[in-house]
């Protein structure tokens, strides 16, 4: 099993906001950008609800790693702030050990697609006019929460949707003009999700939703 990424504490975010006091930026051309990305996801254990049928039930589900792809497309204010736009799709494996019928059983997956707007602000750690790094917060909306359990050739699904918050650190490396490198590490957090049995499968499923995605990206500027 992939190592797990840590849970995220109140220190590690005091620790990344104190990086705004470091350094200073030359001024930048303003202008728009695009960045494709993609990652490796991870999320700690959750605890899934199940109600239904008249029953309802309470298990640790077992998460563990996945993948992440999307895009952002954003503008950059040239005074070291910039906003954007991303879709992102990620998923994780899951599976429930204990729950009983009326309620899933076996193992899937535990995934997402997600719009967000994210603001981020850059500071330059290394000094180098060909590196800055950044650090950003944004307000996620989950188009589609949903988690699969596949047992003896069936699949029973739940989606919902909902909203949730993200926190963004990381670095970007010019390739040139226009191209540039991105490197980032990312947590997002949406509480109490209901996610509904789709077609004819029953019930409800309440969870937290809580990845941790490492991503790398290739990006142009317009």
């Known amino acids: 099993m992939l190592t797990r990424l840590?849970?995220?504490?109140?220190?590690t975010l005091i620790a990344a906001l104190s990086l705004l006091a470091a350094g200073t930026l030359e001024a930048a051309?303003?202008?728009?950008?695009?960045?494709?990305?993609?990652?490796?996801?991870?999320?700690?254990?959750?605890?899934?609800?199940?109600?239904?049928a008249g029953a309802r039930q309470s298990r640790d589900a077992a998460l563990d790693s996945g993948g992440l792809a999307g895009a952002a497309l954003g503008w950059d204010f040239g005074n070291g702030w910039r906003?954007?736009?991303?879709?992102?799709?990620?998923s994780v494996d899951s599976e429930v050990p204990g729950f009983t019928a009326p309620a899933p059983q076996g193992s899937g997956n535990y995934?997402?697609?997600?719009?967000a707007v994210n603001a981020l602000y850059e500071i330059d750690l290394f000094g180098s006019p060909k590196a800055r790094t950044y650090l950003g917060a944004g307000l996620v909306r989950?188009?589609?929460?949903?988690?699969?359990?596949?047992?003896?050739?069936s699949e029973r699904s739940f989606s919902g949707?909902?909203?949730?918050?993200?926190?963004?650190?990381?670095?970007?490396y010019d390739l040139g003009e226009s191209w540039y490198l991105d490197a980032g590490l990312r947590w997002l957090r949406?509480?109490?999700l209901e996610l509904d049995g789709e077609s004819s499968t029953d019930g409800r499923i309440e969870a937290d939703?809580?990845?941790?995605?490492?991503?790398?990206?290739?990006?142009?500027?317009?």
Do not use: C, H, K, M
């Open 29 to 52: 051309e303003p202008g728009a950008y695009a960045t494709a990305l993609f990652g490796y996801t991870s999320q700690s254990d959750q605890r899934f609800d199940f109600s239904g």
């Open 111 to 115: 995934a997402s697609t997600s719009l």
């Open 6 to 11: 840590p849970r995220v504490n109140r220190g």
């Open 209 to 222: 939703y809580e990845p941790w995605a490492v991503t790398v990206g290739l990006g142009w500027r317009f």
């Open 190 to 192: 949406a509480s109490s």
């Open 161 to 172: 949707s909902g909203n949730g918050v993200q926190f963004l650190l990381g670095a970007r």
């Open 142 to 153: 989950l188009t589609e929460v949903d988690v699969d359990f596949e047992s003896g050739g």
């Open 83 to 90: 906003i954007e736009g991303e879709f992102a799709y990620q």
